[in-house]
């Protein structure tokens, strides 16, 4: 027995030894590729020499004596934090995500291939002004020469996730950054998902039941349209399960669509006498962020803000001079048409001059550990044909079709980066409304601010449509009636702009903003209907604002939903119960009501109410749709305010949503809020206890900022994703959107990924952060310094003057020419 223990003490001691060994290997290898901030390199393609500080929170601030060489050192930086995130980008918009991870992304690179959106960027390349190409030259060469002291100097293979994914890196191209631009277009847009999931309505739902169910942004203008059946014959219904996205898929669908706030406010509504500027873009959490600050120092002046990393461009920021933010616009640039295929000839389509050939060619895709896979690409006058596996586009295809796509950003001579580069050296509001007039796509809501006026306007290409359009663009249409095809695209001076309006304030939370018939519109599809209406409240309910005033309305958590809905669903139910013991249904749900009478409305994390009301909601409007929709009731992951709102003010008839169809008696809206609230605190006790005092809406609806690729690996997890509490809800100005689906549907998945405000009375007191940290190295103290901060709603300094950058750097880079190099 004594053997036996010494042997299995030894045994013992070696596994933990060798565990130990294993660990501190694996972190040596890792922490290779951390940079190292206080170095100087001697490096191909500088005119001068450039150095790089990094403040205190690790944010870049570029020098050097050209525009070029300071492009070449933002190159430089982002590929040093961000190479990881970067290659990654630039994978999924080439389609070649399956040569390093498999068969798992072979869905998602026959989607890039068929939307051939790298080709296109290729092209654009040459669509681009001078100094455009300059910029876009000079950023690929400060990432190549990252990528040579990566290679050369053993850099651990330029980020940790290389040495798991060992493909070599091929040099960064001018067209990699373009095609990242196009991959945001793709990520941001709604409407794709929004016509499949209109047209399977349309198909089990009268005409003025979808219009409850998906409804229209109050205001007149739009026509009674007919059911997709009678657009597209041959299609039919489909309850089939739409397959659920993988986390790299470039669109997270329709609830998950680009959101944003941006506002600003003129010198008349100053306390201080000089404009203010906020923007908060709102996207997927990711850990790192995809937004990552940065400052240059360009020949026109110096810019700072958030950009993308392998886009050369600061997105939302200011120079000495002018501020900017964007929104997404929720603009409508794109449609979905059914191609009918000839039955005597499949390599046909139908146009309305007869039958053409499609265009076709054949793309190979490299799929790790399995053969390569070929796939037929094929594109007809109105645009690529997409699989039906694609935006689920098989449920709603009819047979004997198949389904193409127009889009405004499947265009090969876009001059986006062109115009976010002559943005950046504006000097005023005029010039940066010239600037926006040459964006295509993604499209966006441009918010300026000089010292003395403000603006706002829709920048991206808008299609014309013909009047007699079928769908109007909301659902798919048959691509060979010539009504139901693209006239081109309005001219950029026809976009929608308004310049210091008389109430001193413009503002967007993707709202509807213009209010004009088909097909004058922007769109049918908004992205807000709740959010606008506390930022007009907050925004009015002051004379002059400030910088803390703008702060306080990013951080706002109040819900405008919630004090609508509430007093509309509980109204019958407040004070009406018996009195009932405890440990009753009865009694817990007069408890609930009681904590939910005396709340505001704040969806803080520390309160219980939020959770009540979002778990009652969430029951509520599932009550409402199942009996009616079936499985098709899956894809309504999160609750729409308008609807559940149409409901219980019976508009048009919809409390008939209410009664049960399959149940013999006639169920009341009173009856089914009841039994949503029952059903509410069964899934709150099962998941959290029944003590409702005691429930914390924070400890639901953590932030879930997770690693694309590692974030769902056991162990490795626990290191790249970060949680944290939070505030704000889906229809917050603080907008923290839920996941709505799986064990815990309240986790923060879609917030805002960088927050700014601008303040001209005092440029340097302007403040800025983003949600994680400046790095995407896992080992980096900047991997998610900044979150903690992001969290609690603070903010750090965005200063253009250098002294205070350099005060508290935590490095310098100088980045020597080759020939000068001592």
């Not at 933990?16 to 901030?37: E, M, Q, T």
């Not at 092209?123 to 690929?140: F, T």
């Not at 199942?626 to 149409?646: V, Y």
Request: hydrophobic content about 45%; charged content about 20%.
């Amino acid at each position: 027995m004594v053997i036996l223990f010494r042997w299995l003490f030894r045994a013992t001691v070696a596994l933990i030894a060798l565990g130990v060994a294993g660990f501190g290997l694996a972190y040596w290898l890792a922490a290779r590729s951390l940079p190292d901030y206080d170095a100087t390199a001697e490096v191909a393609g500088l005119s001068a020499p450039v150095e790089i500080v990094r403040d205190h929170s690790d944010v870049p601030h570029v020098f050097g004596a050209t525009d070029e060489d300071v492009f070449f050192g933002l190159g430089y930086a982002q590929a040093q934090d961000r190479l990881w995130q970067m290659i990654l980008l630039r994978r999924t918009a080439q389609g070649r995500l399956s040569e390093i991870f498999g068969e798992r992304t072979l869905p998602i690179d026959r989607l890039m291939r068929r939307l051939d959106l790298y080709a296109l960027a290729t092209r654009s390349v040459e669509a681009q002004d001078a100094e455009a190409r300059r910029a876009l030259d000079a950023y690929s060469a400060g990432v190549n020469a990252w990528l040579a002291e990566v290679n050369e100097g053993a850099r651990g293979r330029g980020a940790p996730e290389m040495w798991l994914f060992p493909q070599a890196i091929a040099p960064w191209q001018p067209a990699d950054s373009l095609a990242v631009l196009k991959l945001m277009a793709l990520q941001l847009n709604a409407q794709i998902d929004a016509e499949v999931l209109r047209a399977r309505a349309s198909l089990v739902l009268a005409p003025e039941r979808l219009a409850d169910l998906l409804p229209d942004m109050p205001g007149p203008g739009v026509a009674a349209l007919p059911a997709y059946a009678e657009l597209v014959p041959g299609a039919r219904p489909s309850f089939a399960q739409a397959a659920p996205r993988d986390p790299l898929f470039p669109n997270a669908g329709l609830p998950f669509a680009g959101a944003s706030n941006a506002w600003a406010a003129g010198v008349a509504r100053s306390a201080s006498g000089a404009t203010l500027l906020a923007n908060d873009p709102h996207l997927g959490l990711t850990a790192p962020s995809l937004f990552y600050l940065a400052r240059l120092e360009l020949r026109s002046g110096g810019v700072i803000g958030g950009t993308i990393p392998g886009l050369p461009l600061i997105l939302s920021g200011r120079s000495a001079d002018l501020g900017w933010g964007v929104t997404s616009s929720y603009l409508d640039d794109l449609d979905i048409h059914a191609e009918e295929v000839n039955t005597e000839d499949p390599s046909q389509y139908r146009t309305p001059d007869g039958w053409a050939a499609f265009v076709t060619r054949d793309s190979i895709i490299e799929v790790k550990d399995a053969p390569a896979v070929t796939i037929r690409l094929e594109w007809t006058q109105n645009g690529p044909v997409l699989g039906p596996e694609d935006f689920d586009l098989g449920l709603v295809r009819p047979a004997g079709h198949v389904m193409s796509l127009s889009w405004t950003a499947l265009s090969d001579r876009d001059t986006t980066f062109s115009a976010g580069l002559r943005l950046m050296r504006a000097h005023d509001v005029e010039e940066g409304l010239a600037a926006g007039r040459l964006l295509v796509a993604p499209s966006q809501n441009l918010v300026l601010a000089d010292r003395n006026r403000i603006a706002m306007t829709t920048v991206g290409a808008i299609p014309v449509r013909d009047a007699g359009h079928e769908s109007q663009g909301r659902m798919p249409t048959l691509g060979y009636k010539p009504q139901n095809r693209w006239k081109g695209v309005r001219p950029a001076s026809a976009n929608p702009v308004f310049l210091d309006p008389p109430g001193g304030l413009v503002g967007n939370t993707n709202n509807k903003i213009l209010d004009a018939p088909f097909p004058d519109h922007l769109s049918f599809l908004w992205g807000d209907s709740q959010r606008i209406q506390r930022w007009q409240f907050l925004m009015q309910s002051r004379e002059l604002h400030s910088r803390d005033s703008f702060v306080e309305a990013q951080l706002d958590t109040v819900s405008p939903a919630a004090r609508t809905l509430l007093p509309l669903v509980g109204r019958d139910l407040w004070f009406t119960g018996d009195a009932a013991p405890d440990g009753t249904p009865e009694r817990q749900r007069q408890r609930a009501l009681e904590l939910l009478a005396e709340w505001n409305g704040e969806m803080n994390e520390h309160l219980p109410e939020p959770l009540i009301y979002s778990a009652w909601m969430r029951a509520l409007q599932e009550r409402l749709i199942r009996d009616e929709l079936g499985p098709l009731a899956d894809p309504f992951t999160h609750m729409e305010p308008l609807f559940i709102e149409r409901v219980f003010r019976d508009i048009n008839g919809a409390s008939v949503w209410c009664d049960v169809r399959q149940s013999a008696p006639v169920e009341t809206c009173d009856d089914i809020a009841r039994q949503a609230l029952d059903d509410a605190l069964v899934a709150i006790a099962e998941s959290r206890g029944a003590a409702l005092e005691s429930l914390r809406w924070g400890d639901a609806h953590e932030a879930a900022h997770n690693h694309p690729v590692l974030g769902g690996t056991p162990l490795l997890s626990w290191f790249v994703n970060l949680r944290q509490s939070t505030s704000g809800d889906d229809h917050t100005l603080n907008r923290a959107r839920t996941l709505g689906t799986g064990p815990n549907p309240y986790l923060n998945v879609h917030a805002a990924v960088y927050r700014g405000v601008y303040d001209f009375a005092d440029p340097d007191s302007s403040v800025f952060i983003v949600s994680t940290g400046q790095s995407g190295h896992p080992l980096s103290r900047h991997y998610d310094d900044l979150g903690e901060l992001w969290r609690r709603g603070e903010y750090i300094p965005m200063s253009l003057d250098p002294a205070l950058a350099r005060a508290a750097a935590v490095g310098i880079t100088e980045l020597v020419p080759e020939a000068t190099a001592p």
